[in-house]
């Protein structure tokens, strides 16, 4: 049965050895698409929103009703373009620099799960291995501004530069700290354990993890290089930036890269806080959740658990793309800072918080435990974890067992023993 | 050939051979480039051998940090647009003979050592999850605890984590990064007060 297979690759058992191969390249060609056709319908919905904020219609030709087309015939004509090197510049680099950003923000959604289980790469430290990657882009932005041989590429790819790399920390700070409420860095963990009502998401969770997804979405909106922190491409002063000497399709290469990774930004903003795939409403929730476990180990109907990961698969798009469409309607709002003050936002600002936030997100666990005796301002003390031992002890020592019964949930100490535990078992 | 034989083999050639094209090439930014290639395709090796961690902090470290502060500092101190490092005949001597003693070394170690087969690696350490899910020990053996030892064996001994070595290195970057504060600030001008 197709659906019943619970990977691509075991679907593809009968090739014996190459199975893994046709696996491999199943998925590439999936997230190929996903990176393809993102930057398709997001460079539309600029074009529209772009007019709508300023009281134009946006495209309406091309391909009919919206035009909705329109990607198509831009891409079209900048395959026709010629494709140019200045003289000055440093060719071998110059023509290489798109790819290095193509890549880096293409193989952020190796680790991106779509929907539970649906992850090309489910690796357990999957938010690390994504935040690495999307921070190897800058290395092309340097690199086409610097062997562009031009004065503004250069100063587009320094200004780029400084701002990219110094945006990453915050980014980091503040994507750990639904990994504290969560206590997992594993993409998928995070998301299946935002499970029932959407008190459940971790943008709910304490109130730092709430004001650390506002400061997380402006970083992120910083690290795409968008508006208003596009200084770097500053079209009034700087011409086009550290693209100014690109054409055709090397220079759309860049902007693929650029929605691509302000979808994957948004992708892990909505696994990190916003729940993942799950709807946000308790019963069908669990129901879905039941579905597609059953589906899964084949006791279900394999069909039905399909149809529920399609269903988080769109939930999951949707949220991104919801947080797609913001950054385009702040681009379209906001005025463009000054270079100083986009380094000042982030240093002395932006820093601050969010290591405040962790310091905070640290110490609300031990807060709720002491003060209150709860885990979370709605579950009392030890409940989830004791469900989530339950649920990964698999085949169990009976060592564990000992531990997990002995571990009191009435105390702090029992908490943190329990929460070890089943560590240990994952 | 298995598959992740090949893959190593495609892996391990791309970053030798990049590692000669850094030393081959003339200007800094494409030696920035091939060190790039060479330093990713080390952390895909680290990937291929099941260290998804170790592998990531390669590309965050070396790759996203180490390489982009390099590149920096060639554009911020460069005179010229493109600058060339030309060496004397003497230099390549040198260094092709240290170059060449560390290839002996390599492989003078690499024979003198009896490499035994791993016994199933890291299956011992998760019940459920694939192999090379290596972070939940790692993490809890930086505090201290090393669950992976001392619930598989049935030795009442707790085994030695590595939380000192993990503290002695905090403590260390916390000392680099007030010192690069104290360095970067805006220094007050001795002279500009007599000169006013």
């Known amino acids: ?426 | 050939m298995s598959g992740e034989s090949f893959l190593f083999t495609i892996f391990a050639l791309i970053t030798c051979l990049s590692a000669i094209a850094v030393v081959f090439s003339q200007t800094v930014v494409r030696m920035a480039f091939w060190l790039v290639i060479s330093l990713g395709s080390t952390a895909a090796l680290f990937f291929l051998a099941n260290a998804d961690f170790v592998g990531a902090a390669q590309l965050l470290i070396y790759v996203g940090g180490t390489l982009v502060l390099l590149v920096f500092g060639v554009m911020l101190t460069a005179s010229g647009p493109y600058l060339k490092i030309a060496t004397s005949p003497g230099e390549t001597v040198i260094g092709g003979f240290l170059g060449l003693l560390f290839l002996f070394i390599v492989f003078a170690a690499r024979s003198g050592v009896e490499w035994r087969k791993p016994t199933a690696p890291a299956e011992t350490l998760n019940s459920s999850g694939a192999v090379g899910n290596t972070l939940r020990p790692l993490g809890l053996a930086f505090l201290g605890a090393r669950p992976d030892k001392d619930l598989n064996e049935d030795v009442d001994t707790t085994s030695p984590g590595y939380l000192l070595p993990f503290e002695i290195v905090s403590v260390h970057l916390l000392v680099v990064l007030i010192g690069a504060a104290y360095l970067a600030r805006a220094k007050k001008r001795v002279g500009s007060v007599q000169a006013s």
């Open chain 1, 1 to 426: 049965m197709m659906f019943a297979a619970q990977s691509i690759a075991e679907f593809f058992q009968f090739l014996g050895n190459w199975q893994y191969v046709v696996a491999a390249i199943v998925h590439a060609v999936l997230l190929i698409h996903v990176f393809a056709l993102s930057p398709f319908a997001f460079i539309w919905l600029e074009r529209k929103v772009s007019g709508r904020i300023q009281d134009r219609l946006g495209p309406t030709r091309v391909g009919g009703l919206f035009g909705w087309l329109q990607s198509l015939a831009d891409g079209i004509k900048l395959v026709q373009k010629e494709d140019l090197c200045p003289p000055a510049a440093d060719s071998m680099l110059f023509r290489s620099a798109p790819y290095v950003v193509c890549v880096a923000s293409f193989a952020a959604f190796m680790v991106l799960p779509f929907s539970q289980g649906w992850v090309a790469v489910a690796a357990d430290c999957g938010l690390f291995i994504i935040l690495a990657i999307l921070s190897l882009e800058v290395f092309g932005v340097i690199m086409a501004g610097y062997s562009s041989g031009s004065k503004w590429s250069l100063f587009g790819g320094m200004r780029e530069a400084a701002q990219m790399v110094s945006y990453e920390i915050p980014l980091a700070i503040c994507a750990l700290v639904p990994v504290i409420a969560a206590g997992s860095l594993n993409l998928g963990e995070i998301g299946g354990m935002q499970r029932g009502w959407f008190s459940n998401w971790f943008l709910f969770h304490d109130p730092f993890t709430f004001i650390a997804f506002f400061v997380y979405f402006v970083v992120a909106t910083a690290s795409c290089k968008r508006a208003p922190f596009d200084l770097a491409e500053a079209e009034s002063e700087l011409v086009g930036g550290f693209h100014t000497e690109y054409s055709g399709m090397r220079w759309s290469f860049f902007f693929m890269g650029e929605y691509a990774s302000m979808f994957a930004v948004c992708g892990i903003a909505s696994i990190l806080f916003l729940g993942g795939w799950n709807t946000g409403i308790g019963p069908l929730d669990d129901w879905l959740y039941s579905a597609r476990n059953a589906g899964a180990s084949g006791e279900g109907s394999a069909a039905l658990g399909y149809l529920a990961n399609v269903l988080g698969a769109l939930i999951f798009v949707k949220k991104a793309s919801l947080g797609v469409f913001v950054q385009i309607w702040l681009r379209w709002t906001l005025p463009r800072l000054r270079i100083d003050q986009v380094i000042t936002t982030c240093l002395k600002y932006l820093v601050p918080i969010s290591c405040f936030l962790f310091l905070g997100a640290t110490f609300w666990p031990l807060l709720m435990a002491t003060g209150l005796g709860q885990t979370t301002w709605t579950s009392p003390l030890g409940e989830r974890t004791a469900d989530e031992v339950r649920e990964s002890r698999g085949p169990s020592s009976p060592k564990i067992e000992a531990a997990v019964d002995t571990a009191s949930a009435d105390d702090a100490a029992g908490l943190v023993s329990v929460e070890r535990v089943g560590g240990a078992v994952r």
